[in-house]
């Protein structure tokens, strides 16, 4: 059960970054999801943590 609250919360993250992204950038889902890759794998993090500081940085991030 917790993993999957961890993969659902991992998602919405991905989601959140995704949109922030493509907001900013004027880009597509496909485009923005290539951005949030390359930059993960560029500075040698998890996806998952890229996504959560984005959308904790732009205060997007709601809980609750």
């Known amino acids: 059960e ?3 609250m961890a ?3 991992s ?3 991905i989601g959140q970054a995704l949109g922030l992204l493509m907001a900013q950038s ?3 889902a496909d ?3 290539d951005q949030l890759r390359s930059a993960s794998q560029r500075m ?3 996806l998952r943590d890229l996504a959560r500081s984005i959308a904790e940085s732009s205060g997007s991030n709601r809980e609750g």
């Open 26 to 28: 004027d880009i597509n």
């Open 31 to 33: 485009e923005a999801f």
């Open 7 to 9: 993969a659902l919360d």
């Open 44 to 46: 040698n993090i998890k």
């Open 11 to 13: 998602r919405g993250l």
């Open 2 to 4: 917790s993993l999957l």
